[in-house]
């Protein structure tokens, strides 16, 4: 108990923005962000020709870059595990907020360098033709999905440095050595080294499993 206490002491004393519960909130509502612009229509396509059914496309962000729906769910999964994980996987977890909030900028970047590339497999989907002429238009949502994937990646490396300011072990890992002394220290007939009460331990399994009773 004053191994946790005092982590919870260290925690509070951590700078504001470094606190868990910030940093962490902070960092979940970004992939959050970056998920839901996914959602809404990133390009809208007039498609052009007498064959055409369909004049008019909107294409959404998931399907204009799909993999920035993936890389925002990978960034909330690590901005989760930074939360519950010891230093080392804190670590991995926040490198892994870092390299998705940098995949999400780049694919939004190829969108808003090239929306007729990207919307040229929803077009020819609608219209069951490839090559089609059409003039494509951005929203602002991969704008807005390319910034909230630059303050990902900014949130990830916060989340490395703020990590630093917390506790380490939890309230059951701090249990587990004070078992251990109050088992060493009430343990009638135990050696220095803790061995004897593993032989007792030991024979009294064997004792139930012959029938006896190892109280006698």
């Given at each position: 108990m004053a191994d946790t206490a005092g982590s919870q002491r260290a925690e509070r004393g951590a700078p504001r923005w470094a606190r868990k519960p910030i940093i962490v909130t902070v960092a979940v509502a970004l992939a959050l962000a970056a998920f839901g612009a996914t959602t809404q229509t990133w390009l809208?396509?007039?498609?052009?020709?007498?064959?055409?059914?369909?004049?008019?496309?909107?294409?959404?962000?998931?399907?204009?870059?799909?993999?920035?729906?993936?890389?925002?769910?990978?960034?909330?999964?690590?901005?989760?595990?930074?939360?519950?994980?010891?230093?080392?996987?804190?670590?991995?977890?926040g490198a892994i907020v870092i390299l998705a909030g940098v995949g999400i900028v780049t694919a939004c970047l190829?969108?808003?360098?090239?929306?007729?590339?990207?919307?040229?497999?929803?077009?020819?989907?609608?219209?069951?033709?490839?090559?089609?002429?059409?003039?494509?238009?951005?929203?602002?949502?991969?704008?807005?999905?390319?910034?909230?994937?630059?303050?990902?990646?900014?949130?990830?490396?916060?989340?490395?440095?703020?990590?630093?300011?917390?506790?380490?072990?939890?309230?059951?890992?701090?249990a587990v050595p004070g078992s251990r002394g109050r088992a060493a220290a009430g343990g009638g007939g135990t050696g220095s080294d803790g061995s004897r009460s593993a032989v007792d331990g030991i024979d009294g399994w064997d004792s139930l499993s012959r029938g006896e009773d190892p109280t006698d």
């Open positions: 809208d396509a007039e498609v052009r020709g007498a064959a055409v059914r369909t004049a008019h496309l909107a294409v959404q962000g998931s399907k204009a870059a799909t993999s920035v729906s993936a890389l925002a769910l990978v960034g909330l999964a690590g901005t989760l595990a930074v939360a519950v994980a010891g230093r080392i996987g804190r670590t991995i977890s190829a969108v808003l360098a090239d929306p007729r590339a990207a919307a040229e497999g929803s077009i020819a989907q609608a219209t069951g033709l490839a090559g089609t002429d059409a003039a494509v238009g951005l929203t602002a949502f991969p704008a807005l999905a390319a910034a909230a994937g630059a303050l990902l990646g900014a949130a990830g490396v916060a989340l490395l440095v703020a990590s630093r300011h917390w506790p380490t072990r939890t309230r059951y890992d701090a």
